[in-house]
């Protein structure tokens, strides 16, 4: 098209595209430089952020934050700690995954060996709440996870161990010990507070009456989040569900590693089935909730179908709850019966596992059903990816526990009084079917809110409590002792203190790394310091429950991750060495990763 | 003990602070020649007191909204202010003797509501109604700026961000008052420290005072360095705080004082 042209004009154009051509040979050879050297980036600091709660909420995981901060800036890891209030750090930590690592505690009150199943399978690593929030994935432990369910025995025993093993070894997160629950208690109203606060909740409900004229139980705590969210679904409001867990009943509880009924008051074990093993569960007659509504089995299988999918069905996308996740994944249906009789499908696991599924908290279907809608705000539709039943206060809650609510104020306080149509307060002592027949010493129970753990003890101590909620700081353990009328109650907690990473982004991604920084941590000199003594050290999750192999128990001096130092001292050279065995180089102190 | 009973114990101490403080610093005399004309001067002074009754009103509602907005949107400076001044708070602690703790933690409750009322009363019984429009307008600043701040930063203070090394001082020693600090403010909001705003604006008005009421600057002077003090020596402020605090009270007293802000026919 251009040959029979011999215009200069031609001729000009003709040197513009052949400079044009060279040029842009020149660019690719530079970029493909640029490239490469892109690729080999200078080495950077590695920092770390660790999230926890304030010294006012708790004060064992502010200390402990800041001995890991000590720790981990001796090796060379730029760390710093930032407090964030409770249902704000465990909304930026279990809801939206934003932090690098946090100190939190367990969120029930027991561990069992499936416990674990929602702590860790990959799975769940993309949903949001306490299942996986650290974003963990490891084929070796989802096989293990996968298998326990099944097994029994000397099998399961072996499964467990290698899991424990595993998890002490790649560390999604990193056990630190179990507390001792500290409490105070003032003995002129209410007797029998030994074991009140202990593993059941409704041995609150057993205390004995000293007092004629106490009518109230006068309780105060320092986490204000009971005063003004009753979900039993939302993570960020609930510590350990002990006041949510009286409001709401379940099928059966956890009791000394079994389960006892509750509301369900007889289940068997069916593996006849062409569908694999079955729970069927007969309920208590005549259940109620506590707005006079009758409890059937239809409520029973709604409440499956809730924890699988709060929005039951009508989102494209399943939209979990933040809690109970591992035991209602054992139910895969629940099919009602008849009025009394539920069956729920449990193919892939044992006897024992299926069990624990029965310890969900129950939902009304009137009152949840609307739940599953698009949650909005102030009736306008957000498009928001998450529905009602995970943003809802909750307040009135209507369950069928024990206690029922009666007022709340926010930052303040919270009330509840017995509910007299319950089964153990209704029914006749006689009936031998009851686990325990309850006949609470008052009418109400009283939930104040105070600032801190010393505010609370002297309020008990002056009398206008009668005992503090929550476990306070064991530097109150000798005020508390030397009160006349206090009592000082020690409970063995289940629930670990942790430091739980975000494996999703670096550095925490390296399995290596996180190993590293376990060997920097001493468990004893933190039970000692922080905790003085109440606190039991521990490197697996399951400590306490029987279930731990001698290779993961913890033992003073060693351990399979052992602490790089002494006396909570670390030794520089030992970590440095250990570090850069791994990969890592230092520049003046500071820890560098390429 | 509940709280009812500790604020009427901070109302009833109050009180008899201000009688002793009139006495002293204003004379019986005084007092007696203007009690047939205190409602004259109520009346008078109606506008900047409405100014605030109202500027207390909103903050004890801004604070309460205040504390999720600031989560919402503040951020959270804590270990910034920790990187700057590290360990200060906990030095000064310890070299703070039992019995300073303990008269600190008197004056950080009582002190400070003394500090904030007295000079209202004392403007109030001057001729002119300059000086209690002053006053009342520098407190607004300083809430004004101070909420703003807490909405804009999230900081706990050091017993909450540094328990190993800080002692929540004030809740040990006197237990009760944790009652009252509660339903005033939330433990997130430390920055700036208002205490020190406050007390710091108290001490130049008493320094513009100084002329009518001689004996109230060096009072005033006093226990305004002791309140400073105790923000820190209790644990509960950051020696950032009290640095901007300073300086918001300062401000705060500047703004109050200019003359563009006084109506015409105002006396000097």
């Known amino acids: ?63 402990i934050a800041r001995e890991l901060e000590s720790w981990f800036d001796t090796a060379g890891v730029d760390t710093t700690v930032q407090p964030v209030t409770a249902a704000e750090l465990y909304r930026q930590t279990l809801l939206s995954h934003e932090f690098d690592a946090f100190v939190g505690r367990y969120p029930y ?119 003004r969210n009753l979900n039993p679904l939302m993570a960020p409001f609930r510590r350990r569900g002990r006041i949510t867990s ?44 506590h707005d006079g509504e009758a409890l059937t089995a239809a409520d029973v299988a709604f409440t499956y179908r809730m924890l699988a999918d709060t929005s039951l069905g009508a989102f494209e996308q399943a939209v979990p709850p933040t809690r109970y996740r591992g035991r209602a994944s054992v139910v895969t249906e629940a099919t009602v019966v008849d009025e009394r009789t539920v069956e729920l499908a449990c193919p892939d696991c044992s006897r024992a596992v299926a069990e624990r599924a029965l310890t969900v908290p129950l939902l ?29 206060d909750a307040i009135p809650p209507v369950g069928s526990g024990p206690l029922q609510f009666d007022t709340a104020s926010d930052r303040e306080s919270l009330r509840l009084t017995v509910f007299d149509d319950h089964f153990s307060t209704a029914m006749d002592p006689a009936d031998s079917v009851a686990a325990s027949t309850l006949d609470p010493p008052f009418d109400a129970v009283e939930i104040g809110f105070v600032g801190s753990d010393a505010t609370a003890v002297e309020l008990v101590e002056s009398g206008d409590a009668d005992a503090t909620a929550v476990g306070v700081g064991s530097d109150l353990v000798r005020s508390i002792g030397r009160a006349d009328d206090l009592t000082l109650l020690l409970d063995q907690s ?31 000199h933190l039970v000692d310091t922080v905790f003085d003594g109440y606190a039991t050290p521990a490197v697996s999750p399951l400590s306490g429950t029987g279930l731990v192999p001698e290779t993961v128990q913890w033992v003073p001096g060693g351990t399979v991750t052992p602490f790089l130092g002494s006396n909570g001292e670390l030794d520089t050279g030992q970590v440095r060495s250990a570090f850069r065995e791994a990969g890592y180089r230092y520049d003046s102190g500071t820890l560098l990763q390429s | 003990m509940n709280v009812v009973s500790v604020f009427s114990e901070v109302a ?10 009139a006495v002293t610093v204003v004379g019986p005399d005084r007092i007696r020649a203007e009690l047939p004309v205190l409602r004259t001067r109520l009346r008078q002074n109606a506008r900047p007191l409405l100014l605030l009754v109202a500027v207390l009103a909103v903050n004890s509602v801004v604070r309460d909204v205040g504390v999720g907005l600031s989560w919402l949107i503040g951020s959270n400076i804590t270990k910034t202010i920790y990187a700057v001044e590290g360990a200060f708070v906990a030095s000064l602690q310890s070299l703070a003797p039992a019995w300073l703790t303990l008269y600190l933690g008197f004056v950080y409750i009582y002190g400070y509501v003394f500090l904030l009322v007295f000079p209202l009363v004392l403007t109030l019984l001057l001729g002119t109604t300059r000086y209690l429009r002053e006053t009342a307008f520098a407190y607004a600043v300083n809430y004004g700026i101070g909420l703003l701040c807490y909405i804009l930063f999230v900081a706990y203070g050091p017993r909450n961000f540094a328990p190993d090394m800080v002692e929540p001082l004030l809740f040990d020693t006197i237990p009760r008052f944790q009652l009252v600090t509660a339903q005033v403010n939330a433990n997130t909001n430390v920055f700036p420290s208002l205490h020190t ?44 705080d009290v640095v901007f605090g300073v300086l918001l009270g300062a401000i705060s007293v500047y703004v109050a004082t200019r003359p563009r802000f006084h109506s015409e026919g105002d006396p000097p």
């Open chain 1, 1 to 63: 098209m251009y040959g029979g042209s011999q215009s200069p004009r031609t001729l000009s154009r003709r040197a513009v595209l052949g400079s044009a051509a060279a040029g842009l040979a020149a660019t690719s050879g530079c970029m493909q430089r640029m490239r490469t050297l892109a690729g080999n980036k200078e080495a950077s600091a590695v920092s770390l952020s660790i999230k926890t709660r304030p010294a006012d909420e708790d004060p064992g995981a502010m200390r």
């Open chain 1, 109 to 227: 009150r027991q561990t069992t060996a499936d416990s674990l199943y929602s702590l860790v399978h990959s799975s769940f690593a993309a949903e949001r709440g306490w299942q996986n929030p650290f974003g963990f994935a490891d084929l070796e432990v989802d096989e293990l996870l996968t298998a326990q369910r099944r097994q029994s025995g000397d099998r399961r025993a072996e499964t467990l161990a290698s899991l424990q093993e595993q998890l002490a070894n790649v560390c999604p997160f990193l056990v630190i010990g179990t507390p001792d629950s500290i409490r105070a208690a003032n003995t002129t109203r209410f007797s029998g507070w030994t074991g009140a606060f202990g593993e059941s909740p409704l041995r609150l409900l057993t205390l004995g009456r000293v007092d004629p004229a106490a009518t109230t139980l006068r309780l105060v705590t320092t986490d204000s989040r009971v005063t």
């Open chain 1, 246 to 289: 009286l409001v709401y009943d379940s099928l059966a509880r956890q009791y000394h590693r079994g389960v006892v009924p509750l509301a369900g008051v007889d289940w068997e074990w069916d593996t006849t089935g062409r569908g694999g093993a079955v729970l069927r569960v007969t309920l208590r007659d005549d259940l109620q909730w």
């Open chain 1, 364 to 392: 009304a279907e009137h009152v949840w059903r609307e739940r599953a809608n698009e949650a909005d705000i102030g009736g306008v539709g957000i498009g928001a990816a998450t529905t009602e039943a995970l943003v809802t």
């Open chain 1, 494 to 524: 289940g629930s670990f203190y942790f430091l739980g990473f975000n494996v999703r982004s670096a550095p925490l991604s390296n399995s290596r790394f996180r190993n590293l920084l376990s060997h920097l941590v001493d468990r004893q």
């Open chain 2, 12 to 21: 009833v101490v109050v009180s008899l602070l201000l009688t002793v403080g």
């Open chain 2, 197 to 240: 705003s406050l007390s710091v604006t108290v001490a130049l008005m008493a320094y513009r005072l100084r002329a009518e009421y001689p004996r109230w600057l060096p009072v005033a002077t006093f226990l305004a360095g002791s309140v400073i003090l105790s923000t820190m020596v209790l644990g509960i402020h950051w020696a950032t």
